[in-house]
């Protein structure tokens, strides 16, 4: 009920008016039973702008920080998610890849239409980065095509580290189921999945035409504040092979 007046009443309208979209192949999506569609990932606003403009309840997996805030502020972020069609999903513990492959599996069985990303993150610097074999892994074991998903300027809308979105035109193209029956029975076939994983991504390089980078958008993510850091430590004078000047003295 939330999510129907979140989508036709509250958000979805003005969404519809500052941000006008274009959305082509929705066609290729089946009206009922379980499926994954599998995007790439600019910015938080794909997870609003996909399910808008899609007939069936999207759900995606969410971290579970979203949902354990205090407060009253914390409350109506959980009910806002939750209303979303976003399913908590703890990601800080010894089980959490499992967990989150586990409620994924189940929503799929159930006939969920579930949205994924596969690179895990968003990008960092509007590339396309290597994908995580999760998404394999559910469509083997619940036995459901893979539909891909390309978005375009989102990023434009939301760029990282912005607290205001941008009004602009987006487009979603949704393209042709991917089907991986061929592999039935195989799941837990680590070179098998990574197979599945790379096609993937290969066919959301194709329709998105982003530079595909062999490498996990999360370590680049960790190096780049890694980087980020030494460097703010240099100009402060602590980082390492600085020399640290007290005023009045020179440096020997």
Do not use: C
């Not at 979209?21 to 066609?27: L, Q, Y």
Request: charged letters at 25%; glycine letters at 10%.
């Amino acid at each position: 009920m939330f999510y129907a007046v979140m989508k036709y009443v509250l958000i979805g309208p003005l969404l519809r008016l500052l941000f006008p979209t274009k959305i082509s192949g929705t066609a290729h999506i089946p009206e009922t039973g379980g499926a994954i569609l599998v995007s790439n990932h600019l910015a938080v606003a794909d997870s609003f702008f996909l399910p808008l403009h899609i007939k069936r309840r999207v759900t995606f997996l969410a971290k579970s920080e979203y949902f354990t805030e205090k407060g009253l502020k914390g409350w109506f972020k959980k009910q806002f998610f939750l209303g979303m069609g976003q399913v908590p999903v703890d990601r800080t513990g010894a089980n959490a890849a499992q967990d989150a492959l586990d409620t994924g599996i189940r929503l799929l069985r159930d006939g969920e239409l579930l949205g994924i990303y596969p690179e895990g993150t968003r990008s960092p610097d509007g590339r396309l980065y290597k994908g995580k074999t999760g998404v394999a892994r559910m469509a083997l074991e619940a036995g459901v095509v893979v539909i891909p998903v390309a978005m375009f300027n989102t990023g434009r809308i939301n760029p990282i580290g912005s607290k205001m979105w941008r009004p602009s035109k987006v487009r979603i193209e949704i393209g042709r189921p991917l089907d991986f029956s061929r592999y039935e029975g195989m799941a837990g076939d680590r070179f098998v999945e990574r197979s599945m994983t790379d096609e993937i991504m290969y066919r959301l390089m194709e329709m998105t035409g982003q530079e595909y980078v062999d490498v996990y958008a999360a370590k680049v993510k960790a190096d780049l504040e890694a980087r980020a850091k030494a460097e703010a430590e240099v100009v402060e004078g602590r980082g390492p092979g600085t020399i640290t000047r007290l005023p009045g003295t020179r440096a020997s």
